[in-house]
């Protein structure tokens, strides 16, 4: 039996940076996908668009991994965003920066980041073999045996674990790395679904159902304290509410949704001013437009699907005119438009998250290489290594910068 050098299983972002950079390193390499395309998943990201990595400097990058960060340190220096790029424009692909710094690819086309990333796999001679699902690694005394289902095995000096996580399962992401590495007795910390719509509980919820609201905060409160205040945007859905703001506050949602059974959630439609400039701001109007009926008028503030919901939970009579509205409404109205009150309880699950946040211990990895600190030759890159962040293309620049680092670290002799 022919034994490799390196064999990368998965080939997502970090499999093949992997297996392009040992590649480049002169050393015999294999990379194996179940599936019969690579990057099932990464074809998808950013809407198809693929948000590759961010502009922000090395310091938020680790910042937005939170306590996770230092362990990427290594990683996101060895390859950084700026080294990502010109990995890609040497071969022709261009990129643009949208809002918060999130980088894309000119086209629009995650498919243009595929193409390279296939080109650079050519070039270095990566051996690719699709349908082919590892099932197991068995450790030699010099080299490891992966089974690869119906008598079939592979032998290798070293193998990179590329797996991914537990989310989309249907881009191939199912686990199974995770599996192997507890098999061969690394601890997986507790699987969490990350950057995921939310549920929420009113009779109301499939009213709204399509409605963007733009340019919003929201207010969450764990008991009696305001605990994450931010502002974007968002969108209903059937089930609750999804949108940037929401995949990013999620993570930290279900981190409270642990404590407690639900969390109370409340939207300020008008942030840019405060309470009583508000007030100020309907008194003026409600003499302006005295004659309008309530519900014409709302047609100045909310969306106009949502504006039946709004009065329904107010109570008031929708074609009132406005010059009869009492102080009290008054200030029900303003305060229902500055707070918006949702119960979330719950999210869509792990498979509907954008990421799995939770994987291999990252105690049980060495930073400075991702190989595992319990078996020598063993190395994992991308997501099925513990540790998530925000959308904004930090999740991609993780699998790619890890990819990298293995890939060196694995065709080190050193090592
Ligand atoms: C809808 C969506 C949009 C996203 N958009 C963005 C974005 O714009 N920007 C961003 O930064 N992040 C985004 N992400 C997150 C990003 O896709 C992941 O962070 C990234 O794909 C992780 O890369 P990976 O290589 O570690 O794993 P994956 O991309 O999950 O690749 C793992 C590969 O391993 C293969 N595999 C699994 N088990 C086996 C086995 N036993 N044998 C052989 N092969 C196996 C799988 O088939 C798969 O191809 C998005 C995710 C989703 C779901």
């Known amino acids: 039996m022919k034994l490799y050098d390196v064999v990368v299983v998965g080939a997502g972002p970090a499999g093949m940076m992997a297996a392009i950079r040992i590649g480049q390193l002169s050393k015999s390499v294999v990379l194996i996908e179940k599936n019969d395309i690579l990057g099932k998943k990464l074809k998808i990201t950013g809407s198809n668009r693929c948000n590759i990595t961010n502009t922000a400097s090395f310091n938020i990058f680790l910042e937005k991994f939170g306590k996770r960060g ?12 700026r080294k990502l790029i010109t990995f890609f424009k040497v071969k022709g692909l261009k990129f643009k920066v949208e809002d918060d710094g999130r980088v894309f690819p000119v086209t629009d086309r995650s498919r243009s980041v595929i193409k390279v990333l296939k080109e650079y796999l050519s070039e270095n001679n990566v051996i690719k073999n699709y349908n082919t699902r590892l099932i197991n690694i068995k450790k030699k005394k010099d080299y490891f045996s992966l089974d690869l289902g119906n008598d079939n095995y592979m032998a290798t000096i070293k193998v990179i674990l590329a797996t991914g996580g537990v989310s989309y399962k249907a881009t191939g992401s199912t686990g199974d790395g995770l599996d192997i590495a507890q098999k061969m007795g690394h601890n997986i910390t507790t699987l969490k679904p990350g950057l995921v719509p939310l549920k929420f509980s009113a009779s109301w919820v499939k009213e709204l159902q399509g409605i963007s ?104 009579d ?69 540790g998530c962040a925000p959308s904004g293309g930090y999740n991609l620049q993780q699998a790619f910068s890890t990819g990298y680092l293995a890939g060196e670290a694995a065709s080190n002799k050193e090592s």
């Open 318 to 386: 929708p074609k009132k005119k406005v010059n009869q509205i009492k102080k009290e409404e008054r200030n029900s109205i303003i305060n229902l438009l500055k707070a918006f009150p949702l119960t979330i309880t719950g999210s869509l699950g792990v498979d509907k998250a954008m990421i799995t946040c939770g994987g291999v211990s990252r105690r049980e990895i060495n930073p400075q290489t991702m190989e595992s600190k319990l078996i020598p030759g063993l190395y994992f890159a991308g997501e099925i290594i513990e």
């Open 70 to 81: 230092s362990f990427f340190r290594s990683a996101f220096s060895t390859f950084s965003s």
């Open 213 to 316: 609201l733009e340019n919003i905060r929201i207010i969450i409160k764990y008991g009696e304290k305001k605990v994450i205040s931010d502002n974007g945007n968002l969108i209903f859905t059937h089930f609750g509410i999804s949108g940037p703001l929401i995949l990013d506050l999620s993570n930290q949602i279900i981190s409270i949704l642990e404590k407690t059974e639900t969390v109370q959630f409340f939207i300020d439609t008008k942030p840019e001013i405060t309470i009583q400039e508000l007030e100020e701001k309907l008194i003026k109007e409600f003499e302006i437009r005295r004659k309008s009926e309530f519900k014409n008028f709302m047609k100045f503030l909310l969306p106009n699907r949502m504006i039946p919901v709004f009065i329904k939970l107010l109570g008031m």
